[in-house]
């Protein structure tokens, strides 16, 4: 009713004005309409013609071994995945889950090719891995600023889901910041959540902005679930890949120590002027490890890492992402009712 005497009155001043009728406001917003949605196709089918040349398939061969009439037997399984070129030298950025424990590796690029491939290194606390094929003057895709997506901003992801290579959907940022954990127990900070439809096949494949670069490397989806998928920041995967290139590995600091979130006794906290709900009660020590040296036992209690405030592993884990090996620490424990200063240096992790 309102948009019909939206038309009439605009007709009425049109009429006034020797315009023409309502059918000429209504093809005017239907134009507009059109000519938004043109904008959108154009930016999706850019983008996949930049990209497309970017993306590989990857299938992984890993020997799994099968109970039988005849006892267990091995025998080879196939896998495939996605992943991006970053370097006109064959260097290509994937998933660890991907091509973690795989014997053998193989790359198909968008020109038909399939090549051999090798590990470079693989990173499973934040599922992120670089293989490597032995060919040059390849396309390489454009890495974007991951720390500048807005809720709601268009993204694209493009990968080989069921081994139909070259795949693209689009949708947009769902949301930022959220956390994921990783098959090694880790949390993976600042996920990207995205609406675009990924399958199996798609993991290592990038989500990419509308201009064309990439924010994220895309890893899960939520099983039964609709629209929720989630890719690994690309702020933090250049980073990891450009470790892995260099070193093969990514070295972090770490304490030693086998534990689990536990509330605090409350008169405890307020005898030692401590503001914590909750700390982390070490069940084993490492031998030989930082908390070891640092004279830390099972059943103390931390609750604090060089002035943080521990309250969870996850912060222990956040703390020790950020600090370099050989990083002096300063512990504060509640053992036997006690609060304990102990001094060590972080360890490396194997």
């Keep these: 009713m309102e948009r019909n005497l939206h ?47 970017t993306v590989v398939s990857i299938k992984t061969t890993q020997e799994v071994k099968a109970q039988t009439p005849r006892g267990i037997v ?3 399984m196939t896998a495939s995945g996605s992943g991006v070129i970053i ?3 064959g260097y290509i950025l994937t998933n660890s889950h991907v091509v973690h424990n795989t014997r053998g590796l193989e790359v ?47 993204v694209i992801a493009i990968g080989n889901p069921f081994g139909f290579q070259a795949t693209v959907t689009a949708g947009v940022v769902s949301a930022i910041g959220r956390t994921m954990r990783s098959q090694t127990g ?12 990924l399958n199996p096949g798609n993991s290592g494949g990038p989500l990419v902005d509308s201009r064309g670069r990439v924010v994220g490397i895309n890893t899960a989806i939520i099983q039964y679930a609709q629209g929720i998928c989630f890719a ?34 409350k008169f405890e906290l307020r005898k030692h002027g401590l503001s914590n709900e909750s700390g982390v009660e070490v069940h084993q020590v490492v031998k030989d490890s930082p908390s070891d040296r640092a004279g830390i036992r099972a059943g103390d209690y931390i609750v604090s ?19 370099a090996v ?10 036997d009712g006690r609060k304990l200063e102990l001094s060590s240096q972080t360890g490396e992790t194997d």
């Design 326 to 335: 050989g990083t002096k620490l300063e512990i504060t424990v509640i053992r």
């Design 186 to 197: 880790r949390l993976i900070e600042s996920i990207i959540q995205t609406d675009a439809a």
């Design 87 to 89: 370097t006109p030298d």
């Design 108 to 154: 198909s690029l968008s020109d038909g090719r399939s090549l051999p491939a090798e590990l470079v290194g693989e990173d499973p606390d934040t599922d992120l891995a670089v293989i490597k094929v032995a060919v040059s003057n390849l396309s390489i895709a454009e890495l974007g600023d991951s720390d500048k997506l807005k809720v709601g901003q268009l």
């Design 7 to 53: 038309y009439k009155k605009a007709y009425s001043e049109g009429a006034e004005k020797g315009l023409g009728n309502p059918s000429d406001f209504r093809n005017e917003e239907e134009q507009r309409a059109e000519g938004l949605l043109d904008a959108y196709s154009k930016a999706v089918i850019t983008v996949a013609e930049r990209l497309s040349p």
């Design 232 to 265: 690994i920041p690309i702020n933090t995967a250049h980073w990891v890949a450009g470790l892995l290139i260099k070193e093969g590995r990514i070295k972090r600091a770490y304490l030693g120590i086998v534990g689990g979130n536990k509330r605090v006794n």
């Design 305 to 323: 890492i060089n002035g943080n405030t521990i309250l969870s592993v996850d912060d222990i884990h956040r703390y020790l992402a950020k600090v």
């Design 74 to 76: 091995p025998f080879d």
